[in-house]
């Protein structure tokens, strides 16, 4: 039986997002970023289209690599001004019921201990609809807003974030057992103290001695999102994540990224099935080709490819202004995004301007819904992706065009959900309950006894996961 597509908006609380230069266009909205409004009936509509989640994406820091400033990001509102994407979710989950809310946050400038009780709250308000895309930074205009000297190195960021994983799931899974709130009033017991316990953790990177400030949330933990496909980034989703976000623009090599997520995770112990993998793609449909193809032509009109590259720039590091139209590029050591510097060595930039003729390099879909269904299903057949996240272009017209028209394009064919399943944001994702699954590594810090002992490793505790879930 075929697949039905999962399906995220991606989209960021700023002006700018991926297809630079579009926010001129008349019907444009995202100038209205700062207005509640703006992502209320945004998530309302995202729901009636039966969409999975709205993937928000984030950045700390400032593109400040092509031509060494921020003047293009300022003209051109590239990710600047941009604003906290955590703070959007209470009020969008108060007018939706199903729509999940994947969060972007960056765990190098964040502690443990708060960001656990950031999240718990967040499970609370929105009845398990929210997940996590972890991330650890990349920008050295970060690093330096934060105190330090640059961008810690690469691989090293991992490291640090293995370990901080490893601190919010002794948080949020061990340290309130599933029973331990009574809510007795005529005992005069809300929780048990013998149910509440104390995580003592000393590492590395942190030491945490201290009982999580939440009472057990409907996930626990939150649903896992990552991306990242370097060697590193590949390890470390297959050990903690349970949504993957890649890019690609062909069939081939989209398919061996898919393989090589799936494969992480069962090198991890997981099953290859433990990870549902989402590529970012831009769609542009009307209800004929002619018509869908005189729209793209009118989105280019608005869009930059200059300032799709200057954003370019600051994921490989490179300072793009400085090559000539057709210089290669050479890939040179920085901490920036590894599998970028990687995939584009040896272009042009007059390749890339190519490439960035929409503001963004995501595949791009153009045609009738039945084209772009086609299109979709293709891709989900060809490479073993789960769904999508769908880039706005032209905001909300982009979500408005495809959930009226490719949304029952893809019902028809019955590819695409036709209603809701019940349950928190991983149960609707994968149909196996609330809570993180026993072989994830972090059930292991469920057995209340674990805790006392602050140099254990999820790794270590792995074989014990369903001992521990036996205490419970």
């Known amino acids: 039986m075929a697949r039905e597509i999962l399906l995220n908006a991606f989209n ?11 926010w001129t266009h008349p019907r444009d909205r995202s100038t209205e970023f700062n207005q509640l409004s703006y992502w209320t009936e945004l998530a309302q509509l995202l729901e009636r289209g039966l969409f ?23 003209q051109e509102a590239i990710q600047l001004p941009v604003n906290d994407p955590l703070l959007l979710v209470s009020a969008m989950a108060g007018v939706t019921r199903n729509l999940g809310f994947g969060v972007t946050a960056n765990l190098s400038y964040e502690a443990p201990y708060t960001f656990a009780r950031r999240l718990s709250t967040l499970d609370h308000l929105t009845q398990g609809r929210i997940g996590w895309n972890i991330v650890t930074g990349y920008l050295d205009s970060a690093a330096k807003a934060m105190g330090r000297p640059q961008q810690v190195e690469h691989d090293r960021r991992y490291d640090q974030a293995d370990e901080y994983l490893e601190v ?36 590395e990177f942190y030491q ?96 930059s490819p200059e300032a799709g590259i200057a954003h370019f720039s600051s994921s490989t590091g490179i300072d793009l202004a400085a ?11 920085t901490n920036a995004i590894e599998s970028v ?72 064919r019955g590819r695409y959900k036709t209603t809701y399943a019940d349950g928190t944001l991983r149960h609707k994702l994968f149909g196996q309950g609330p809570r993180l699954p026993a072989d994830h590594p972090g059930a292991a810090w469920r057995d209340p006894g674990r805790l006392q002992h602050p140099h254990s490793t999820a790794n270590e505790l792995r074989g014990l996961s369903h001992n521990a879930l036996s205490l419970l």
């Open 12 to 22: 960021m609380n700023c002006v700018g997002h991926i297809h630079h230069g579009l």
């Open 52 to 74: 999975d989640g709205l993937f928000i994406a984030d950045i700390l820091g400032v593109y400040d690599v092509y031509q060494n400033g921020i003047d293009l990001p300022l």
């Open 168 to 203: 919010l799931y002794k948080l949020l899974e061990g340290s309130w057992q599933d029973d331990a709130v009574l809510a007795d009033r005529e005992r005069r017991v809300y929780a048990q103290p013998g149910k509440v316990h104390k995580v003592r953790h000393q590492g």
């Open 208 to 303: 945490v001695e201290g009982y999580h400030l939440s009472q057990p949330s409907p996930q626990r933990t939150p649903l896992l999102f990552q991306a990242g496909s370097s060697p590193r980034g590949l390890r470390f989703a297959g050990e903690h994540a349970e949504c993957v976000f890649i890019g690609g623009n062909d069939h081939a090599a989209v398919r061996a990224q898919v393989d090589k997520v799936r494969a992480s995770a069962v090198a991890a112990g997981r099953t290859a099935e433990a990870i549902k993998v989402f590529m970012g793609i831009a769609v542009i449909v009307a209800p004929t080709e002619a018509k869908a193809r005189d729209k793209h032509a009118e989105y280019l009109r608005y869009a």
């Open 323 to 333: 090559f000539g139209l057709d210089e290669p590029i050479q890939p040179r050591k």
């Open 341 to 412: 510097v990687k995939t584009f060595s040896g272009w042009t930039k007059r390749r890339l301007l190519q490439q960035h003729a929409l503001g963004g390099r995501y595949p791009l879909v153009v045609g009738s819904p039945e084209q772009v269904a086609e299109q979709l299903i293709a891709w989900i057949d060809a490479t073993g992706l789960d769904g999508f996240n769908l880039t706005r272009i032209v905001t909300p017209e982009s979500y408005a065009d495809f959930i009226d028209l490719v949304v029952p394009e893809l019902q028809r």
